[in-house]
């Protein structure tokens, strides 16, 4: 009996062993909660099926930049890839710290055979970064703490008379001191004209004052739609794809303000040395089908164009998604798009500013 | 014994022999390479984790050798330059031909994102120029720069990368107490609506010592309690004090949201109460308030560990002779009891505010906008903005803080009385 156990014990070593050497084991960075799970369903999971590579999530994104640059630095890269923004992979692609992409080399075509260089949206791609998705920054309320009217614009948000109960923003100037100035009246096009001068940058903390006393601000992604539903806040800035994970899974009252919401795009970076052994798999979670397929689970719309079409239902409830999209036309009419070259040069020094003047 | 007899007098010998001296200090040089080799490990463990890291501390805050070392040709041009209007055509040249290697070997956004810590906006010039310049053939370069960005005919931007061209920089300290440098290389104050560090110092300070003070009033007699009832019932007090030491930070952290925040717990009680109306909830946590309450709590086994251990030695009897000579129960408390317990205060007051000052995680997640501590840029700094300089500028002076305090302790009550246990 004893030995049948033993004979046993091993044979289950040596298989736990020979299966952890065929198959690969990935480490992918990101945002976490609802987003990662989004990737889990449409990327990872398939991709495990196919492959057998284990794939590691981490939830360290927020820190992304920071985290690439000190592993680079001290020589010992462990992430194999890192969900970024454009603005930061374009930092850490100027620093050296990611590899390189050929995009029409490394990537995958549409089925009907355009290339991936003309496929994605039209000026996402760059040097060392592959969009997967559109998200907006937005605002949203809970429907039950207005009785009569309820809000519509940024200008109501603002509006501590008509609308009042508590704001929470993110605690950083990026979308505040847009929204800010768009709600004062500028239109979206003057917006980071304005904000590169000291009078404009003046106008939007003034705009900001006047709610100041107001607000709660947040700093992770999960506490806008937490702070929402314990009614702790009748306004949240927040992801729109966060937003709308409470509506449909979890029936929260919640409705966003389409109105000046400031959008951008989310995509990958493969950190230094990482290229040949994550080719494969990010070739495969950036096709058509694997971000058409990404719409399913939350609201954001796929960054290549021909997976636009596929777009459908959400996975669980059934409710046409085009709706709930960034890029929906009726969504799409006030949109301002994130300046990345702006904030690139001016983050640290309006950072500061928004700093002093909240520790004020 | 017999060879101590045969050589009485100075030259005493052991039995085999050998000079008692040399015996003597041979074992007592094995005893001391025994204790070396016990201590070792901890000190190459203490070596590595926690003096060596803190010297690169150290070292980050004044380290600048971003421009030296990827636009070396530029910064042996500009040496020569006065600092007025614009440098000449040979600086202009250097600065083509190491942007353009720069922008080849992906080696300049590290000076860009230098020297945008300075003048907001650098790393756009840098990284533009970078990119055009490796199209760039031949001269006349200073045509050619200032023809791609004409920010390159501002005398600022050049006199940046002249002061920023050593291996060493004072900024990173200058930017940490709110002051720069201006123009003409002399130190001034930030405009007022940049300044945050040296208020925020203050408040981690003057709330650190609150949230002692609150600990002190609140443990004290929690430890008198520990210590002087029966067995069984200092064994169940003992639990509840150690019970959320042992729970996560952050469970503590954010049960404390829960019970204060304005639709929490707290508010809800005394609105059913009466105490407030609907409309007028209080604000207790995303301010000051919060941060003291949660960190208060959060800290408060580090006071009451120390004064129970040292209370514990306090005999009884003492107390019960000096209510026998005639004090009244609080005279023998002030004379007689209290007094035994202040090295245990001093060591939880200094445990709890060296602890407090070093806090971020409670003051991110409570504290809102006015109850942040320094801490928290320092986090910041490094996993956000990236500036790993200020943030180990900031790291130091609070470093230096720190050490301030213990030496004043040390003179004021003298680390020695200090117990623990």
Redesign the interface.
């Given at each position: 009996m004893n030995k049948h156990i033993k004979i046993l014990g091993m044979a289950a070593f040596a298989g736990a062993f020979s299966a952890t050497a065929m198959a690969d084991s990935l480490t992918v960075v990101s945002w976490g909660g609802a987003y990662t799970a989004s990737q889990k369903s449409a990327y990872h999971d398939p991709w495990t099926k196919k492959t057998g590579d284990t794939i590691v999530n981490v939830d360290k994104a927020?820190?992304g930049?920071?985290g690439l640059?000190a592993q680079v630095e001290a020589g010992n890269v462990t992430w194999d890839l890192v969900d970024m923004l454009p603005s930061e992979a374009q930092?850490a692609?100027?620093?050296?710290l990611v590899d390189i992409i050929n995009h029409d080399q490394d990537l995958a075509a549409s089925p009907d055979g355009v290339a991936p260089s003309k496929d994605f949206i039209a000026g996402s791609l760059s040097e060392c970064f592959v969009p997967q998705i559109v998200y907006s920054n937005i605002i949203a309320f809970n429907t039950t703490m207005f009785s009569g009217k309820q809000p519509s614009t940024m200008k109501d948000v603002f509006d501590l008379k008509g609308f009042p109960g508590k704001r929470s923003l993110q605690?950083k100037p990026i979308n505040n001191l847009e929204w800010a100035l768009m709600a004062d009246g500028v239109p979206t096009d003057k917006v980071y004209e304005m904000l590169r001068t000291e009078e404009g940058v003046n106008r939007a903390f003034a705009k900001l004052d006047t709610i100041k006393d107001n607000?709660?601000?947040w700093?992770e992604g999960a506490q806008p739609p937490q702070l929402l539903a314990?009614?702790?806040v009748a306004f949240a800035s927040g992801y729109n794809g966060r937003i709308f994970n409470a509506q449909v899974n979890e029936k929260q009252p919640f409705q966003i303000i389409w109105d000046a919401q400031v959008f951008e795009i989310d995509g990958w970076v493969v950190p230094k040395g990482k290229m040949s052994k994550v080719k494969a798999y990010l070739s495969f979670a950036t096709d058509t089908q694997r971000l058409a397929d990404q719409a399913k689970y939350i609201s954001y719309g796929p960054a290549r164009v021909s997976s636009a079409a596929l777009v459908s239902t959400h996975a669980t409830t059934g409710i046409d998604m085009k709706p709930h999209m960034p890029t929906y036309g009726p969504n799409f009419k006030t949109a301002l798009h994130k300046n990345d070259?702006f904030w690139?040069?001016?983050?640290?020094?309006?950072?500061?500013?928004f700093?002093?003047?909240?520790?004020r | 014994m017999t060879g101590l007899a045969a050589t009485s007098g100075n030259d005493l010998t052991t039995a085999d022999g050998v000079p008692l001296k040399v015996s003597l200090s041979r074992a007592q040089r094995r005893n001391k390479i025994k204790a070396v080799l016990l201590v070792a490990p901890l000190f190459l463990f203490l070596l590595v984790a926690f003096i060596l890291p803190i010297f690169d501390m150290l070292l980050r805050s004044i380290d600048s050798a971003e421009v030296v070392t990827h636009m070396p040709n530029t910064v042996r041009a500009i040496s020569t330059w006065n600092g007025e209007g614009v440098p000449e055509e040979a600086v202009f040249a250097a600065a083509a031909q190491d942007l353009a290697a720069g922008s080849r070997a992906r080696t300049i956004g590290k000076v860009a994102s230098r020297l945008n810590y300075e003048i907001g906006g650098m790393r756009s010039l840098i990284m533009k120029t970078a990119r055009k310049a490796k199209k760039l053939e031949s001269g006349p370069y200073k045509a050619a720069l200032i023809g791609m960005d004409k920010r390159w005919a501002k005398t600022d931007v050049w006199q940046l990368i002249k002061r920023e061209s050593g291996s060493y920089t004072l900024s990173y300290y200058l930017a940490a107490v709110d002051h720069k440098y201006a123009a003409d290389g002399s130190i001034e104050a930030k405009p007022e609506n940049l300044q945050i560090y040296v208020n925020l110092f203050f408040r981690t300070m003057w709330m650190s010592g609150l949230i002692t003070l609150l600990a002190l009033l609140l443990g004290y007699p929690v430890a008198f309690l520990l210590a002087t009832l029966p067995m069984r019932q200092s064994n169940l007090l003992m639990i509840l004090v150690l019970l959320p030491f042992w729970t996560s930070l952050l469970v503590r952290t954010t049960t404390w949201i829960a019970i204060l925040q304005s639709q929490g717990v707290l508010n809800d009680l005394a609105v059913w109460a009466g105490l407030i109306t609907d409309e007028n909830r209080l604000q207790l946590i995303y301010n000051k308030t919060g941060t003291v309450i949660a960190m208060t709590h959060i800290l408060l086994p580090f006071m009451v560990l120390p004064l129970y251990s040292v209370m514990k030695t306090i005999p009884p009897t003492y107390m019960r002779a000096a209510r026998s000579l005639g004090a009244t129960g609080f005279t023998a408390f002030r004379r007689v009891y209290f007094p035994q317990t202040l090295s245990g205060i001093g060591a939880g007051s200094i445990l709890v505010f060296i602890l407090s000052i070093g806090y971020y995680i409670t003051p991110a997640l409570v504290g809102g906008q006015s109850g942040r501590f320094i801490t928290n840029f320092v986090a910041y700094h490094m996993q956000q903005s990236l500036n790993w300089g200020l943030a180990a500028a900031i790291g130091s002076l609070l470093l230096a803080t720190v050490i301030v305090f213990y030496l004043l302790y040390n003179r004021l009550v003298g680390v020695d009385n200090m117990k623990l246990g």
């Open positions: 927020q820190a930049l920071a640059r930092i692609c100027d620093e050296g605690k607000v709660i601000w700093e314990d009614k702790e070259e690139a040069d001016h983050l640290d020094e309006l950072t500061e500013r700093n002093a003047w909240l520790a | -």
